[in-house]
């Protein structure tokens, strides 16, 4: 049933939770702050990210955990011995869908936040437009710099990437 309610959050359009979210986020004070852009980030794709580790570790055969209980293996052993190390695919895989997804979110970013302080790389691009004119140079090129980051990140864990996708997506 606890599934069933988390997996309900990946039907919530984030686009329709704005208003709300603006008031919550002004209630509790952290309006214009770091804390703004990254509980709705985390909200928003841990539906995903429970998803995709449920599925995979359903795969993990029950016979590693009971043998390092037989081992003499206490609870916390077993998940730091034998869970994270086979787990490290789908941990890497979630963490750079995560970071995709905050890296390149637009809307939150210019509506929970306003001071040039604190704007994300999509929002602070906007200052390079203005009513009349566009230095579309200037935007182009921020663009490309700002996918730079993500691309390395993509290509450094290309093989973790492939792996727990293709892992976690099967079962039997």
Known sequence: MLLIVTMGGMMISPQVTLIPLY?????????????????????????????????YFLGVPKELEESARIDGCSPLDVYWRIFVPIG???????????AYYAWNEFLFAII????????TIPSGLM???????????VLLAGMVIASVPMIILLISLQKHLLRGMSEGAVKG
């Open 23 to 55: 008031v919550l986020l002004n209630e509790i004070g952290v309006h214009n702050t770091r804390w703004a852009l990254i509980l709705p980030y985390v909200a928003f794709r841990l539906p995903l990210a429970i998803l995709l580790m449920r599925s």
């Open 88 to 98: 490290k695919p789908i941990m890497l895989t979630t963490a750079m869908l995560t």
């Open 127 to 137: 200052n390079f437009r203005d009513a009349l004119r566009t230095d579309w140079g």
């Open 112 to 119: 929970f936040i306003d001071s040039n302080k604190f704007k």
